[in-house]
């Protein structure tokens, strides 16, 4: 499984969103987008999972174009968190995540979707909230139930949008290990992120936009002090503990 990103461009009316985008994702790539607000993050996502119409450039999943995709196929080859998800309907937590099961389902679950949604559940610590309403959980409890519902999608291909925004830190490292581990069983795993020192303790990519374009992309060695002073317009310092490398902002550029 690949995704091939060719001379892609978007624009909202008259403003370039992404420009001349061209990058490569396998299985087994957790890709960490980083950039600053306003740089494209979330846009690129969008226009991978066809929430975006794309014009200009290409992209390819698994060798087939994008645009040959059913909707119903990509749903099942796709999963994707956005950055926020309001709540309205008058759900469960159970029956929430058991929507992630939708691409796959009739009318009725089969004992196997009872039983993965429950095994989930316990995995991101949600069993204790499964007949709860969705409207009685905090935001951080409603962001680990749906990378739930998108993880029982048994997507190829997951795309998260901040998923660790609104998390407590036992609980960022728990999802982040969870990703990484799904990851190493073959998933692409796709996620935009503001936290510098997350994405330089378990993402194998990382992608730099600035301003719509793809400023730098590589392994670890693209934190250097120099990419982040161009990247955020900040002043900050490089340390190696553990062979674990740590970027501390120190000031803005004046």
């Given at each position: 499984?690949?995704?091939?990103?060719?001379?892609?461009?978007?624009?909202?009316?008259?403003?370039?969103?992404?420009?001349?985008?061209?990058?490569?994702?396998?299985?087994?790539?957790?890709?960490?987008?980083?950039?600053?607000?306003?740089?494209?993050?979330?846009?690129?996502?969008?226009?991978?999972?066809?929430?975006?119409?794309?014009?200009?450039?290409?992209?390819?999943?698994?060798?087939r174009?994008?645009?040959?995709?059913?909707p119903?196929?990509?749903?099942?080859?796709?999963?994707?968190?956005?950055?926020?998800?309001?709540?309205?309907?008058?759900?469960?937590?159970?029956?929430?995540?058991m929507?992630?099961?939708?691409p796959?389902?009739?009318?009725?679950?089969?004992?196997?979707?009872?039983?993965?949604?429950?095994?989930?559940?316990?995995?991101?610590?949600?069993?204790?909230?499964?007949?709860?309403?969705?409207?009685?959980?905090?935001?951080?409890?409603?962001?680990?139930?749906?990378?739930?519902?998108?993880?029982?999608?048994?997507?190829?291909?997951?795309?998260?949008?901040?998923?660790t925004?609104?998390?407590?830190?036992?609980?960022?490292?728990?999802?982040?290990?969870?990703?990484?581990?799904?990851?190493?069983?073959?998933?692409?795993?796709?996620?935009?992120?503001?936290?510098?020192?997350?994405?330089?303790?378990?993402?194998?990519?990382?992608?730099?936009?600035?301003?719509?374009?793809?400023?730098?992309?590589?392994?670890?060695?693209?934190?250097?002090?120099?990419?982040?002073?161009?990247?955020?317009?900040?002043?900050?310092?490089?340390?190696?503990?553990?062979?674990?490398i740590?970027?501390?902002?120190?000031?803005?550029?004046?």
């Amino acid at each position: 499984m690949n995704i091939e990103i060719n001379n892609l461009s978007f624009a909202y009316k008259d403003k370039l969103a992404l420009d001349d985008i061209n990058l490569t994702m396998e299985s087994g790539d957790l890709v960490t987008i980083l950039g600053p607000n306003g740089s494209g993050k979330s846009t690129l996502l969008k226009c991978i999972v066809s929430i975006l119409k794309t014009n200009d450039g290409a992209i390819h999943i698994d060798g087939r174009s994008q645009k040959s995709y059913t909707p119903r196929e990509l749903s099942q080859l796709i999963a994707y968190i956005p950055q926020s998800e309001i709540c309205t309907m008058e759900l469960n937590v159970f029956d929430t995540v058991m929507l992630g099961r939708k691409p796959y389902i009739g009318w009725h679950s089969s004992q196997e979707d009872l039983e993965k949604t429950e095994r989930i559940l316990l995995e991101l610590d949600l069993e204790e909230f499964a007949f709860r309403s969705m409207q009685t959980l905090s935001g951080g409890q409603r962001q680990r139930v749906y990378i739930a519902r998108a993880m029982i999608q048994e997507p190829k291909i997951l795309l998260l949008d901040e998923p660790t925004a609104n998390l407590d830190i036992y609980h960022q490292l728990k999802v982040m290990e969870l990703l990484k581990k799904l990851a190493a069983e073959g998933m692409i795993i796709i996620l935009t992120e503001h936290d510098i020192n997350m994405a330089s303790r378990y993402a194998s990519k990382v992608i730099m936009l600035r301003n719509g374009k793809v400023f730098n992309c590589g392994d670890n060695s693209v934190f250097s002090e120099e990419n982040i002073r161009n990247l955020y317009d900040i002043h900050a310092s490089i340390h190696c503990l553990h062979d674990q490398i740590y970027v501390v902002p120190e000031s803005i550029v004046k």
